[in-house]
């Protein structure tokens, strides 16, 4: 059967969207909607086996809005039920629609253990610093200090950064990209969809509501290309909009440097697929204010995904004992017969 | 009554023979020792001669707790008997205490008159001192009067036995639980060659791999030198003045095997993928006495069964609905403090209306509770513990084989209703041991699956109007995608709604669905007359105790009956009327009287409530009792005295 050829209206659901107009969850969801049908094309999909698994939170209303199959469970469990919706059906597309309070706060273990386990699913982790749904309470990735309803002198808690997060659960696909930048966002989705196992993208998302312009310094039309370091594979690591600096480590620190005084051969080269997640684990830890900020694919690895190694073992446990016959099986072992008197 | 006849072992020596109709032995000893190695040999040995099973595993929730105390001691009792029994029994006729402490802590329970075979060797200052009998000694200060003792240095005659070996003496002394099984083989008249085969063929299924054969190899021949050691000794030495003999029980024909209810509760699903032909997802968070569930489907792989273990409890539950909406069996086990975890998502299985079944293997509570003991107080937690109006199924196993049906009946109802079902077992049930009738093919119930695809505009919450289910469409299926969730639902549309009135009927059409699996369950049935003075109403694992406390009752001319609830939500439909058939009703309950207070409330029947909360099972006495007490006769012929009654008559409700 050929894959029928789809277009981006094939993936728009007939309800209407109802996330705070100016919202950027908008962009994402027209990211998502607009590359579906190349993911389609790519990994030779059906509509029908592709599934959104999210939580609660503003973000989690996603799956409501495409016209795939959805779940909307409840908070922080997503990573969980994902996990067993892919593992009983590998033959679906899975992903998991999460936020920074949904991800990272109520719902942190089974982050860290989907990613561990690398389940084959596609988490997008909508990252817009606060608390949307809920009315703007301070998250966990806000930045201390930060003033909401909850923290009306300040937040006195240190942010945690999603990315170092998912490298330090040995993810095997970690990458970041803003909800403004869509051509980056499509190219991040694309290959997060045909990753091996799991793939964790973060989404820069402003929340203009809550928490307006959290991003807007290094990710606006004006600052990006002055603020953003876009990464790629087997290239050093030069930013600035006159590309004319780049980030360099200097016993074992990094460092921002000009090239008109550094030759660009000795630069470090970044390399998404290094077996140690280092040099990922630098980037995702880079200060925001003095250094600019990486998106694209910190780290890009194959290993095995757990329903591949399940299914694996039932494999070999079927060439081993044969497959399995009930009545066979339970009256196997230490059994007795008792005959009619 | 006694007689004597030739011994089978030593023709010329006159044996004096005792023939019982049952036999209560329980081994005691370190949970280092062995014990429950040595009851299961026994069991099995028992079961294959063609007894009738019961069994009450005990051990501390230590896994290894200081050696010698009172808080180390590991037990394991079993009955066997001549005619169909449902307990492991109330007191032992006989006890085998490996040390000071094992005595010191079952010697209340022995039948009056009961024989103990001690290890004499154990009983020296150090023992004595760790068990806490300081400058006393059980054995002579009169603390034994009344039973009949022997004294059996067992471990010194251990150590001569697997002398052979070279064993060091650690390794060496291990094997004096073979010596004890040996002197209870000889004394219950077994044959010494089944039992060493026994013991060959589990040391050998204990490894695969090849370098520890050797190492187990060499254990089985000390074990078997021991056990021999044992039963010669018993047998030579002309200490023990009887043996006895207990006949076989009449049961059904078919083949049998022994389980636990854990087993019983893994095959049970198993069962339910083969006879559905979906795929089993079991994702579950180790916990005690859950855990075996998760052991048992993990051997399972050969049959596609796929288990996970999960991050925790949540993550478990989670993983149970996410296959439930793939399309497959999603299923959950654990006990009590994660049942508590798990609410919410229960609510989203109960709102999205997917089909998971959620095994609570019960154990004492609150919080961490009694791990290792067993107790009937999730009851009220299963029915009601969530948010909302949020009814579930909930079904209980009243015995350990009992476990296989009602896993299987799970899944039927979750598959046929679209819900989440509460499978509850509890502690004595899950490690309790009897034997189990195999189904035929043709004994296997069947479970009904959706037919067909909804046709035209798929409505998602449009409902069958027999069951009032909806219908299940997983991923995959073309055209019909969908978006479910916990947000309230449209009425048949299905899609998210506010709308008050909407609220009110899908709360009410969630209750008539659960209420309408009354319709498809079977009715109750009684055991005894179906009208009289007394209906003794059970749930689960007491089963066993009320049926024999019952069964002596109406032995004494006594109109009772007792009744058993394997469906405790919905009940099943005729449970109003069998109530109204007794004068008084008597509910026993291991809780403080969760069941008494829903009929109650449900039937505004005064039931009396007959409440242990010991993390023991009820004996049949204490039931027996309190029947007799109900109806005023006084307790005439009697024979045991009983322990203070844990009863708290109106904790609940009243």
Known sequence: MTNPKYERKDFVAKEDVRWCPGCGDYAVLSQVQRVMPEICERLQLRRENIVFVSGIGCSSRFPYYMNTYGFHTIHGRAPAIATGLQLCRPDLLVWVITGDGDGLSIGT????????????????????????????????????????????????????????????????????????????????????????????????????????????????????????????????????????????????????????????????????????????????????????????????????????????QIETAVAKRGKGKLLEYINSGDTWKVTAP | MASHRESPEKPGKTRQFKEMDHAIVRFAGDSGDGIQLTGSLFTHDSAVLGHDVSTLPEYPAEIRAPAGTRAGVSSFQLNFSSAEIHTPGDRPHMLLALNPAALAVHLADLMPGGTIVLDDDAFDTAGLGKAGFSGTDPRDDGTLAGYQVYRVPITSLTLEAVRPLGLDKKQASLCKNMFMLGLVAWIYDRSAVSVEKQIDSLLERKTTQPAMLEKYREQARANKLAFRAGYNYADTVEVFVCRYAVGKAKLLPGTYRRVTGNEATALGFLAASVISQRSLLYASYPITPASDILHELSRYRHFGVRTVQAEDEIAAIAMAIGAAYGGCLGLTGTSGPGVALKTEAVGLAVMAELPVVIVNVQRGGPSTGLPTKTEQSDLLQAIYGRNGECPVAVLAAHSPAHCFEMAIEAFRIAIRYMTPVFLLSDGSIANGTEPWRTPEESELPAIDLPQGLPAGDYQVYARDPGTLARQWVAPGTPGLEHCLGGLEKQDISGKVSHDSANHQRMVRLRMEKIQGIAKDIPELTVFGPAQGDLLVLGWGGTFGAIHHAVERAQRRGLSVAASQLDYLNPFPANLGKVLRSYRQVLIPELNAGQLRMLIRAQFLIDAAGLNKITGQPFRTSEIELEILRLLGVQGGGRQDPLPPNEEVHGAIGA
Do not use: W
């Not at chain 1, 780049?246 to 051969?265: H, M, N, Q, S």
């Open chain 1, 109 to 312: 273990n089974h982050l860290v253990h989907c990613l561990r386990r690398n389940v084959n699913v596609k988490i997008l982790l909508f990252n817009n610093r606060i608390y949307g749904l809920t009315k703007g309470q301070f998250s966990p990735t806000s930045e201390k200090g930060k003033k909401t309803k909850s923290s009306p002198m300040g937040s006195i808690e240190q942010p945690i950064k999603p990315l170092s997060m998912a490298l330090a659960s040995e993810a095997t696909f970690v990458a970041r990209a803003s909800a403004t930048d869509g051509k980056n966002l499509q190219e991040i989705l694309l290959r997060a969809a045909c990753h091996r196992g799991s793939a964790f993208v973060e989404i820069l998302q402003n929340c203009n509501v809550f928490n307006d312009g959290a991003f807007e310094s290094f990710t606006s039309a004006a600052t990006r290309q002055d603020r953003s370091l876009y990464l790629q594979h087997g290239s050093p690591m030069i930013f600035g909009a006159n590309r004319d600096r780049a980030i360099r480590l200097r016993a074992g620190f990094p460092e921002i440097v000009r090239l008109d005084e550094f030759p660009e051969k000795e630069l470090l080269v970044f390399n998404e697929s290094a077996a140690h997640p280092g040099l990922a684990y630098m980037l995702s830890e880079l200060d925001e204010q003095a250094f600019p900020v990486p998106m694209g694919v910190f780290r890009c690895v194959d290993r095995s995904s757990f329903d591949e190694l399940l299914d694996e």
